[in-house]
């Protein structure tokens, strides 16, 4: 492609067996419009020159077609030739990078043999190894280059760990250089590159600020303690630290500046309250995560003599006995100073006031003792005041204790009281309360029961609550009487009693009951009404209107045949009874069944009920009654005696023997023509018959 133009590039030689002295021959390139032309041709010899210069960069390969014109023949031969033409590269173009200089980021903590960058020389050279490139990398320092290119690829990776607190960026040099085969003609670019290393949050803060720090008890509110200071060595927000406290104020005496780490205080120190105090302070980054680290800031709080002395207790209290002698033993108060030195030293006494002569202190120890016998009943109570120097004072009650000079005392030697005996288990019927003027367990009450109840009743021993123990029966049981007793804790237990009546009120919880389920009478018919038939009773265990049985008839006597007297419990008729008409009302041909109610007057009213059987008994009232008025009977006189003529029938409404029927012919019989059964009814005949002497027979029969 460097050929020059003008030069002969080549000839076209026509074959010898065609060139002739003589031969005239005329030479062109066939032209297309769009051709840019980069060679000619001698028209006449057939020399090719180069008319334009050649870039194999841009044609790399030309095919011409050559027209040979022979203006030997005639009309000329035109004969064709196709040249083919190929360009040659030549390292005439250097490698070049798209940018002159290229800044880098890359985070400090990407593992080694991490992609940083990949770098794209270009070369405008066409053949392989004119265009093809290698790369390499020079530090522009001497130190240790921990990154890697690869020469093929243009790949910048990292060689070693990086660590921006070691090495904030690097600078080195790419270069791209292509493989001529000529290492003379190789070209080259380089290309200056700062990598930099991006800051990572790998390191945490750390103090630097002493662990220990003092201060007095006496400054004032906003004090400056301490100055706590930690490093970061990373970079940005990741090495900006705040100050924070963990634990060890939660009384919230100091206020630490999270900016600054100024420690001061919040409210007023006291050594006496605490000596020390031990402040975990966390330093923490603003990275993502977070980083921090803690420190235990102990602050001693130095004395100041600013306290007085204190009693251990603000109010004493002691008991000593009555009568005892001079010089008893009454207690031992005690102050402190929580200052130290002199000022710790403590001297007691006891100030004036009432019975305050009956008492003397140890001033040193603190020691109380009487001076005088003390009389419980003159006073039993004393208010002393002990003073330490310096004013502070602490009160001291002393008690006279009592002896058991009393007894318990109800309020009442007996009570009544009442109660429903549908009072459930475990109800409280009473409180009782006794009085005790003694003192501690002398007038502790205790209670309790000394008769029997029956299991029924219990008392509290406490409180005196007296309570039922199982269900009550008025019926069983409808008054208790029992003592129950009011005991101190002493060792004599002196005691007083109280009598106690409990009365048991009805609740109607019981059925009236009869005596019997099932009752069975009798009563001769056609008695006149209100005839007495039979008394029943039934009993109910309850009392008052609870008790009080009323009788009624609850079914049986739709009729209304029978009366029963609601008090008494009479049955009585109240009509006259027929046995023979009571089908419509009795159970059997002549009885009768009645339900019978018995019902309380309580409220609600309960009842039960029994059956009476009624008989009603039979009086012989009716007369037999034949089936028919009058037999008619035709027979032929020839029938044989003993033959079977007829058979009459009575009825009888009585019953028993009174319906028992007896027959008798009374008359039309003198001559014995028949016989009848007075037990069936049966008419049989007796001797020969003959119509011509006796055409008919008029028998009258009684029926009895």
Known sequence: ENFKPAQVLNSLNWPDNHLTTNRKLHFSIAKDDDDDVHFEIDSLTGDLFLSKELDYE????????????DYNNNPPQNNTVFLSIDVEDQNDHSPYFQDDFVVIGIEENVPVGTLVYTFNAKDGDGSFLNSKIQYSLEMSNMGENPFLIHPLYGTLTTAFPLDREITRSVIVTVSATDQAINLTDRRL????????????NDNSPSFKSSPLSYVVEDVEVGFLVHRIIAKDPDEGRNGQVTYHILSGNENKAFVLDKITGLLTTAQLLDREIQEHYSLTVMALDDGSPALSATQVLTIIVLDVNDETPIFLKQLYEAAVRENQDPGEFVIKVEAVDRDAGLNSLLRYEVLPGTGYEKFKMNSDSGELITTASLDRETQEVFSIKGSPSRSSTAQLYLTVLDENDHSPLFAKTQYQISVREDLEEGSDILDLFASDEDDGLNGEVTYSLIDDTFGTFAIDSVTGSIVTTKALDRETKSQYTFRAVASDCSTHLPRSTTVMTVLIEDVNDNVPKFEQSYYKASVWEGQSPKTDIIQVFATDF?????????????????NAIFLIDSVRGILTTNTVLDHENASSYRETASSHRLILLASDRGTPSLNSTATVLITVLDVN??????????????????IPVGSHITEVSANDCDAGTNAEITYAIISGNDRGHFRLDGKTGSVDLMKTLDYEDTMKFTLIIQAT
């Open 58 to 69: 841009t044609t790399s390969h030309f095919l011409l077609q050559v027209i040979i014109k």
């Open 189 to 200: 670019d380089s290309l200056a590159v700062k990598i930099v290393i991006l800051d990572m």
């Open 542 to 558: 309850d009392s008052g209107l609870n008790g009080e049985t009323e009788y009624s008839i609850l079914s049986g006597n739709e």
């Open 621 to 638: 009232d009716n007369s037999p009654v034949f089936s028919s008025p009058e037999y008619h009977i035709h027979v032929k006189e020839s």
